[in-house]
C-alpha cells in the first residue's frame, strides 16, 4: 500500500535574530510529501488504513468539519488506494461547498451530515452501530486519525536525521503528532507542542494516555519512554480557526522572507509562538530546533469565510 511520496525535506530558516543569539532553526516539510496526501494527516492514516486493508474492508468511514485537513487527506489517500469512502461532516450542508468538500466530493467521498448534537457522539458505539447499519461494513477512523494507530504512524515522522535537533516543535490538536513524535525521539531531546484550541492544557492528560496506551499495546517504540515534552498554551489567538491581525501579518511576512507557506489555523501560530519565544530568550545558545511542518495548506481557503 503505497503512494508516490516525496521524502520531506529539511529546511534552514534564515534569520538574523535566530543567529544573533546562536541559535538555529529548521523546518520538516511535511507540507512537500504529496499534493493531496501530506502533513501529519497522512502519518496518522498511514495505520488505519494498513489495517482496514488487512482486515478486508473496502469502506472507510471517518468524521470532521467541513475545512478538515483529515476528510481533504482521507478522501484523497482512499481514492488513490482504491478504498470507497464517506466522510461524516459536523453541522448542516452549506451550499456552493467549500473548496475542502468540493475535493472530498471529486475524489468520490458520499458526504453525510450530521448536527451538533449527533456530531459530538462521534466515538460513540451507538452512533458508530448506526453508522454500521446505514452503511454496510465500514471500517472508522476516528476524527483526524487519532488513535493509536494515528500515534503509530507518527513515530515515523521521525527519521534518524533528527538526531541532531534539541528542540522539535509542533502545532496540536488533538496532540497526536506531539505523542508519536515524543515517543521517537531519544531521551535527550525534547517537545514542544503549541496548541491551536485555548486553555490548551487539557491536553496533557490526552498525551499521557496516549502515551501509556501506546507502550502498554506493545506497538513498536525505540525507547520505554517519551522524550521530554511541553505544552505552550499561549499562541492559540482565541481557539480554533480563529485568527488575529498580528498573526495574519506574520504568516504573510514569513512566507515572503522564507518562501514557506503556512497554514492559518495550525502552523503559522506555532512558527509565530517560537518566533516570539526566540525574541524573549526562551531558547540557549546552541539549541538547534525543528519546526514541523504539519501541512494543512487546503484549509487556508477558511480565511474567505467567517466564523
Ligand atoms: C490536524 C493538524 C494538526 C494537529 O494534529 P494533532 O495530531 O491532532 O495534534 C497540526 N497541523 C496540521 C496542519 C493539521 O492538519
Not at 72 to 101: D, Q
Not at 141 to 146: N, V
Not at 199 to 222: E, H, K, S, V
Not at 231 to 255: E, M, N, P, W
Request: charged fraction near 15%; charge should be neutral; glycine fraction near 10%.
Amino acid at each position: 500500500m503505497s503512494l508516490n511520496f516525496v521524502p520531506p525535506p529539511t529546511q534552514k530558516i534564515d534569520s538574523e535574530i535566530a543567529s544573533s543569539l546562536g541559535v538555529e532553526l529548521y523546518v520538516l516539510r511535511l507540507d512537500l510529501m504529496h499534493p493531496w496526501v501530506n502533513g501529519n494527516k497522512w502519518y496518522k492514516l498511514k495505520y488505519n488504513l494498513a489495517e482496514a486493508k488487512e482486515k478486508g474492508y473496502t469502506k472507510l468511514l471517518t468524521f470532521g468539519g467541513a475545512y478538515s485537513n483529515h476528510i481533504f487527506a482521507t478522501a484523497a489517500a482512499g481514492k488513490l488506494l482504491g478504498f470507497t469512502t464517506i466522510g461524516v461532516i459536523r453541522g448542516e450542508e452549506t451550499l456552493p461547498l467549500n473548496s475542502t468538500l468540493s475535493f472530498a466530493l471529486q475524489q468520490d467521498m458520499q458526504l453525510v451530515y450530521v448536527d451538533r448534537q449527533t456530531y459530538r457522539n462521534k466515538h460513540s458505539s451507538e452512533l458508530h452501530a448506526d453508522l454500521k447499519k446505514r452503511f454496510g461494513e465500514v471500517f472508522i477512523i476516528p476524527e483526524g486519525g487519532s488513535n493509536l494507530n494515528g500515534v503509530r504512524g507518527c513515530l515515523e515522522i521521525v527519521t534518524a536525521a533528527m538526531q541532531v535537533f534539541d528542540t522539535v516543535c509542533v502545532a496540536c490538536g488533538t496532540a497526536t503528532t506531539l505523542a508519536g513524535i515524543a515517543l521517537a525521539l531519544n531521551p535527550k531531546q525534547r517537545v514542544l507542542g503549541f496548541p491551536i484550541l485555548k486553555n490548551g492544557g487539557f491536553l496533557a492528560q490526552d498525551i499521557d494516555n496516549l502515551m501509556q496506551n501506546y507502550l502498554a499495546t506493545g506497538l513498536p517504540a525505540p525507547y520505554s519512554s517519551p522524550a521530554p515534552w511541553e505544552l505552550i498554551c499561549d499562541y492559540h489567538f482565541g481557539g480554533y480557526a480563529k485568527v488575529k491581525d498580528d498573526l495574519l501579518l506574520f504568516s504573510q511576512q514569513f512566507t515572503q522572507t522564507h518562501g514557506i507557506p503556512l497554514d492559518q489555523v495550525y502552523t503559522a501560530k506555532m512558527f509565530y509562538g517560537v518566533m516570539d519565544l526566540l525574541n524573549q530568550g526562551y531558547f540557549s545558545i546552541g539549541d538547534r530546533l525543528l519546526l514541523i511542518h504539519t501541512g494543512g495548506l487546503q484549509g487556508n481557503t477558511i480565511l474567505d469565510f467567517k466564523f
